[in-house]
């Protein structure tokens, strides 16, 4: 059976038709807003070539992904008050450190927040129940993380790169975000399948 143009047109326009092409765009927008949050939201950080600090969960060259916004929630509960909750000991987390001549950008894991006790003894850092054996040029010590800093140590202790045991505190302005996850691992999880 053949329809005359008008009806053919008027078959197109039914209600299901309809709602199907307005979902379709409610769809596509709510699409580019998810990507436009995520955009401002989190960063991508590449581990330099030549920094084995975090071997071997994150390799060198490795890329990760982190909160740029991990101040103003806690695991996606909005805050209105910016702060460290989100921040507790384990973390890893990308930080700027900035001395007179030049800039270090880097990661490390959290290992003392503030108010946390630092032991110095000879070659050991001994925080809470837990001691890392690391060499450091401090004297035999006991330090309280101030408000607002964070003590960062390598995951590779024996690696050359900078930490918290050569340049000290991290302030909470220092931090670019919270890793939440490497690329390294996604791609090496689908691989593994």
Not at 63 to 80: A, E, N, S, T
Not at 94 to 116: E, H, L, M, Q, S
């Amino acid at each position: 059976m053949r329809f005359g143009k008008g009806a053919e047109e008027k078959a197109q326009r039914t209600p299901l038709v309809h709602a199907l092409k307005i979902t379709k765009r409610i769809l596509f927008y709510l699409l580019l807003l998810g990507f436009v949050l995520l955009y401002f939201q989190c960063g991508l950080y590449r581990v330099a070539l030549n920094n084995d600090s975090m071997s071997p969960d994150f390799p060198p060259g490795s890329q990760v992904i982190y909160d740029r916004l991990f101040k103003y929630h806690d695991k996606g509960v909005p805050r209105f008050s910016a702060g460290y909750t989100n921040i507790k000991p384990n973390r890893i987390i990308i930080f700027t450190k900035k001395f007179p001549d030049f800039t270090y950008t880097g990661i490390g894991r959290v290992i003392a927040v503030p108010g946390d006790s630092l032991i110095f003894g000879k070659n050991s850092i001994v925080v809470g129940n837990r001691t890392y054996h690391a060499e450091h040029n401090r004297p035999p010590e006991t330090l309280i993380v101030p408000e607002n800093s964070f003590f960062v140590l390598n995951d590779n202790l024996a690696s050359p790169v900078n930490d918290s045991r050569h340049f000290g505190f991290i302030h909470l302005n220092e931090i670019e975000g919270v890793v939440l996850f490497s690329l390294g691992s996604v791609f090496r999880s689908f691989s593994e399948k």
